[in-house]
């Protein structure tokens, strides 16, 4: 199975900037569809955004569009998700995780993905 390392997360004022990154190993990644989630304090994980295998598709949870990025390198093993602009509601601990193949659950499901990496920290002030 694949194993999946975060990276990038730390204290950012409102408005400022930072890219997540998931590093994988083992299992083949890039037939793999990939997903951010995050999880505040005291509220369940929500779906952040998604990218297909190819990097042809990608999804967004509507309070991050226009605001987020999600993108892969197949080569690097890696996906990332450049986060601007971001507001003191963004503040969660964000997860990277991987689905190995289609399932009846949607990519906006926690369902759908098979591992998960050990999380960030991202923290907004205001």
């Known amino acids: 199975q694949v194993q999946l390392v975060e990276s990038g997360g730390g204290l950012v004022q409102a408005g400022g900037s930072l890219r997540l990154s998931c590093a994988a190993s083992?299992?083949?990644?890039?037939?793999?569809?990939m997903g951010w989630f995050r999880q505040a304090p005291g509220k369940e994980r929500e779906f952040v955004a998604a990218?297909?295998?190819?990097?042809?598709?990608?999804y967004y949870k509507d309070s991050v569009k226009g605001r987020f990025t999600i993108s892969r390198d197949n080569a690097k093993n890696t996906v990332y998700l450049q986060m601007n602009s971001l507001k003191p509601e963004d503040t969660a601990v964000y997860y990277c995780?991987?689905?190995?193949?289609?399932?009846?659950?949607?990519?906006?499901?926690?369902?759908?993905?098979?591992?998960w990496g050990q999380g960030t920290q991202v923290t907004v002030s205001s």
């Open positions: 995780a991987v689905a190995y193949s289609s399932s009846r659950y949607s990519v906006y499901s926690s369902s759908r993905y098979d591992n």
């Open positions: 083992g299992r083949t990644f890039s037939m793999s569809t």
């Open positions: 990218i297909s295998w190819s990097g042809g598709s990608t």
